[in-house]
């Protein structure tokens, strides 16, 4: 069964930083399956943060986060982490982890058809606050 599990959210001040972390089960995060976490704030859609392909460890980031958050992977711990540097009020949102199969119709990479509609599996989320 896959599971993904977040954690490392909190309260922070603008210009601090946070790391979440996405522990996964059920599969190996260096197998074909792109990881991706998604943000979404109060009335907001859900959008689109950052990815990292399981196969070759490429990564995407949304523009609004470019230059201040890294993705990254420990394959031995299984688990997916997000380094948010910087953080803005704007960045305050539930978080969350989630993985598609490479495999998956519509999926190229980080890329897949329908964006979050697409995912696989779903972390149940970590709430990050910013206060100014």
């Known amino acids: 069964e896959v599971q993904l599990v977040e954690s490392g959210g909190g309260l922070v001040q603008a210009g601090g930083s946070l790391r979440l972390s996405c522990a996964a089960s059920g599969f190996t995060v260096d197998e074909d399956y792109a990881i991706h976490w998604f943000r979404q704030a109060p009335v907001k859609e859900r959008e689109g943060v950052s990815c990292i392909t399981g196969s070759d460890g490429n990564t995407d980031y949304a523009d609004p986060v470019k230059g201040r958050f890294t993705i990254s992977r420990d394959i031995a711990k299984n688990t997916v982490y997000l380094q948010m540097n910087k953080l803005k009020p704007e960045d305050t949102a539930v978080y969350y982890c989630?993985?598609?199969?490479?495999?998956?119709?519509?999926?190229?990479?980080?890329?897949?058809?329908?964006?979050?509609?697409?995912?696989?599996?779903w972390g149940k989320g970590t709430l990050v606050t910013v206060s100014s």
């Open positions: 989630a993985a598609v199969s490479a495999y998956s119709p519509g999926v190229y990479g980080c890329y897949t058809i329908g964006g979050y509609h697409g995912m696989d599996y």
